[in-house]
């Protein structure tokens, strides 16, 4: 059964780490592009990373690029993504995705056919 569960939120101050994980079910994990998404309550879901299933190529949008670095342990099919230096801007609620090919641009939410729960990130000033 496909299945995406995140873990790893929490809070913290600005300058700080979290490390997120997102346990994949073993078919979503080896066949499929994985991304981070984040959403603020009143606001359009942002993506934040993406590995390509052949875990060489790894996305990462502007505002965390040089932060947050996303991993992939194949022992387990975990997902994970070290956020360094955090910003109270980075604050809300990650989720995992999951989605077969790249139709549509990596960032575009559409794509994605598998939502993990969420995971809340709190990052005070």
């Known amino acids: 059964q496909a299945q995406l569960v995140e873990s790893g939120g929490g809070s913290v101050q600005a300058g700080g780490s979290l490390r997120l994980s997102c346990k994949a079910s073993k078919d979503l994990a080896t066949s499929n592009y994985i991304a981070w998404f984040r959403q603020v309550p009143g606001k359009a879901r942002e993506a934040v990373a993406c590995?390509?299933?052949?875990?060489?190529?790894?996305y990462y949008a502007d505002p965390v690029k040089g932060r947050f670095t996303m991993s992939q342990d194949k022992d387990n099919y975990s997902l994970n993504l070290v956020m360094n230096d955090l910003k109270p801007e980075d604050s809300g609620m990650y989720y995992c995705?999951?989605?077969?090919?790249?139709?549509?641009?990596?960032?575009?939410?559409?794509?994605?056919?598998?939502w993990g729960q969420g995971t809340q990130v709190t990052v005070s000033s």
């Open positions: 590995k390509a299933p052949s875990g060489r190529v790894t």
């Open positions: 995705a999951a989605r077969v090919n790249l139709d549509l641009m990596w960032y575009d939410e559409a794509g994605y056919d598998y």
